[in-house]
């Protein structure tokens, strides 16, 4: 019998995730803010829920990929009631990016209420979710994570178990986003320093991505850079701006110093107070060569 299960969170990352369960033969009973949003999986099969608990059933499992941890709290605690809705035995899959904190107070809120919470974040723009190349990290009770995890190879090409503690998918989350853009600010530096030697950033990043620095960060956002390309948007500035303050808000909790933390965050809000929301996370790269004294190259 094919297996229902309920999907919260449409966007850039969402709607690729969800298709790709569709094609896996999961049905699915869909919500998401902008209803017009589900449409593409609606001529796939799936159902309209009108409310977001209305995606869930007793002992049923829940996937949500949201934007941050107000939304996320929202639908475990909220009017939908999600953690109440899916007792007993109920399973929430929550893939979004949020603080160890409210990953684990959720999973407590889950617990208390006769259902269970699984840590999926994943790491993958919506390219890759279309493709489904995803990594996924992982981490919660053994026994829900074997149930969810048909479900979660739908969706990804790889899944990394982090063992039974609940934030520990989240803190890796965490840190890989802050590696990542932390490397967006070395490239970004790097490019500024080529441009006023009169070298071709272009050539160098190629080769140095090809080389030295042979990884998907610097070979996907060394090209944007180098060639100061960063729209469309596949993760926007706000967005890179709210993962930077929850690596620093968990480097507080476990009085663990991260300065590039620092400099990254401001570097976010110089890059927002200058009107480039909606460019590219990567656009951050652009505040190295406003030190420079170099014009935008885009």
């Not at 994570?145 to 969706?155: G, N, Q, S, T, Y």
């Not at 090809?210 to 100061?228: D, E, L, M, N, R």
């Not at 965050?265 to 200058?274: E, H, L, N, T, Y």
Request: glycine share 10%; charged share 20%.
């Amino acid at each position: 019998m094919t297996q229902k299960i309920g999907f919260v969170g449409l966007g850039a990352m969402g709607l690729p995730m969800a298709a790709n369960l569709i094609a896996a033969g999961f049905h699915l009973t869909v919500y998401n803010r902008t209803a017009s949003k589900a449409e593409p999986l609606l001529a796939k099969g799936a159902d309209r829920a009108d409310r977001a608990g209305d995606v869930a059933h007793p002992g049923g499992i829940v996937v949500s990929m949201l934007a941050d941890d107000a939304s996320l709290k929202a639908l475990v605690t909220g009017e939908d009631a999600l953690a109440e809705r899916l007792k007993p035995d109920g399973i929430h899959i929550s893939m979004s990016t949020v603080s160890p904190a409210t990953t684990r107070e959720l999973a407590e809120y889950h617990a208390a209420r006769g259902s269970v919470m699984v840590a999926a974040p994943v790491f993958g723009r919506p390219n890759a979710a279309e493709a489904k190349q995803l990594r996924i990290c992982i981490s919660g009770p053994a026994d829900a994570k074997a149930r969810v995890k048909p479900i979660l190879d739908a969706m990804g090409r790889d899944v990394f178990d982090f063992g039974d503690n609940i934030g520990a998918a989240s803190v890796v989350k965490v840190a890989g986003n802050f590696m990542i853009a932390a490397a967006m600010e070395a490239m970004g530096e790097a490019v500024a320093m080529m441009r006023k030697s009169g070298v071709d950033p272009v050539a160098a990043l190629e080769m140095l991505s090809k080389t030295i620095f042979s990884s998907p960060v610097y070979q996907g956002y060394g090209p944007a850079i180098a060639h100061g390309r960063f729209t469309p948007a596949g993760f926007r500035l706000p967005l890179g701006l709210k993962d930077i303050e929850l690596a620093l808000e968990t480097s507080r909790a476990v009085n663990a110093p991260m300065p590039t933390a620092s400099l990254l965050r401001d570097r976010f809000v110089s890059a927002i107070a200058k009107g480039r929301a909606d460019l590219d996370w990567s656009a951050i790269a652009l505040g190295a060569a406003d030190d420079a004294g170099l014009k935008e190259s885009r």
